[in-house]
């Protein structure tokens, strides 16, 4: 079955980086696009970044120029390369199948000083 299993969050101050990873299964993972959604509390999830078997990329206005997004075919895992965290960065990272609908369990991204 279907699995996306996040990690790489956590607590990081202002101005810090973060790496987030999304190890992928139960799919053919080189042939559908992947997406990073983040959700804050108290507002609607929003997409972050996505890439296509490609690995074309589409970046949110407001983490364009900061974050980057990747993939590791031979791993089966996107990763979402964060720098110069503010603190409305942080959120709830989900990764998503849209192929399939279907979401990971996410990982807490917390910045603060």
Same mark, same amino acid.
């Given at each position: @079955? &279907? $699995?996306? *299993?996040?990690?790489?969050? !956590?607590? &990081? $101050?202002?101005? !810090?980086?973060?790496? #987030? =990873?999304?190890?992928?299964?139960?799919?053919?993972?080189?042939?559908?696009?992947?997406?990073?959604?983040? @959700?804050?509390?108290? +507002? $609607?999830?929003?997409?972050?970044?996505?890439?296509?078997?490609?690995? =074309?990329?589409?970046?949110?206005? =407001? *983490? +364009?120029?900061?974050?980057?997004?990747?993939?590791?075919?031979? +791993?089966?895992? &996107?990763?979402? @390369?964060?720098?110069? #965290? +503010?603190?409305?960065?942080?959120? *709830?990272?989900?990764?998503?199948?849209? !192929?399939? #609908?279907?979401?990971?369990?996410?990982? @807490? &991204?917390? *910045? =603060?000083?």
């Amino acid at each position: @079955q &279907v $699995q996306l *299993v996040e990690s790489g969050g !956590g607590l &990081v $101050q202002p101005g !810090g980086s973060l790496r #987030l =990873s999304c190890a992928a299964s139960g799919f053919t993972f080189t042939m559908y696009d992947i997406a990073w959604y983040r @959700q804050a509390p108290g +507002k $609607q999830r929003e997409l972050a970044a996505t890439i296509g078997p490609d690995g =074309s990329t589409h970046y949110a206005t =407001s *983490v +364009k120029g900061r974050f980057t997004i990747s993939r590791d075919n031979t +791993k089966n895992t &996107v990763y979402l @390369q964060m720098n110069s #965290l +503010k603190p409305e960065d942080a959120a *709830v990272y989900y990764c998503f199948l849209p !192929g399939r #609908l279907f979401w990971g369990r996410g990982t @807490q &991204v917390t *910045v =603060s000083s």
